[in-house]
T-cell receptor
């Protein structure tokens, strides 16, 4: 079983909805990540938090808004999404903050935007 | 040229076979290298890190060739449960941004 927990596992939302994806880890990792994965494609990095501060934003549209309330939690707030945003959203954590090595992924939240 | 390139496969092999995947990377200054495994509709999981001296974990052997800028994964005595997509992952700059290859799909049949 993964030690990174993501909720919800599945989410269907309309283009005008506001929803949030949640991620939690209790491994004491200080780096947390959001990735987006489309079918038959590799994961694409969206955001990285180090010590609860945003360290990388891969030019993600503002309709995706990350938040790191504390060292164990990571949220991704969603608003006014487009159908092409439908994908698997993966949260990951890493014990390394300066040199990414091992990533521990959650099972993902499968998002469908209608 | 892509930063990390893999043959997408699929590689179809019978149980018990030995199979090898290669992955090439473009940035000669890349710092660290990994193989991840991803089952269908599941999350990626770290299979092994790849060290300069090569490393082995049971039936799996990873090698790094810095001169030719490729890494390899060898799987011996393939099992049905090895069927998955194998992702080559490179850290090109020693920071937090890993670069994932597109993955190589392996199908092991009885």
């Amino acid at each position: 079983d993964t030690e990174v927990t993501q909720t919800p596992k599945h989410l269907v939302m309309g283009m005008t909805n506001k929803k949030s994806l949640k991620c939690e880890q209790h491994m004491g990792h200080r780096a947390m990540y959001w990735y987006k994965q489309k079918a038959k494609k590799p994961p694409e990095l969206m955001f990285v938090y180090s010590y609860e501060k945003l360290s990388i934003n891969e030019s993600v549209p503002s309709r995706f808004s990350p938040e790191c309330p504390n060292s164990s939690l990571l949220n991704l707030h969603l608003h006014a999404l487009q159908p092409e945003d439908s994908a698997l959203y993966l949260c990951a954590s890493s014990p390394w903050t300066s040199n990414a090595g091992e990533l521990f992924f959650g099972e993902g939240s499968r998002l469908t935007v209608l | 040229r892509k930063e990390v390139e893999q043959d997408p496969g699929p590689f179809n092999v019978p149980e018990g076979a030995t199979v090898a995947f290669n992955c090439t990377y473009s940035n000669s200054a890349s710092q660290s290298f990994f193989w991840y495994r991803q089952d269908c509709r599941k999350e990626p999981k770290l299979l092994m890190s790849v060290y300069s001296s090569g490393n082995e974990d049971g039936r799996f052997t990873a090698q790094l060739n810095r001169a030719s800028q490729y890494i390899s994964l060898l799987i011996r005595d393939s099992k049905l449960s090895d069927s998955a997509t194998y992702l080559c992952v490179v850290n090109p700059k020693g920071f937090q941004k890993l670069v994932f290859g597109t993955g190589t799909r392996l199908l092991v049949s009885p």
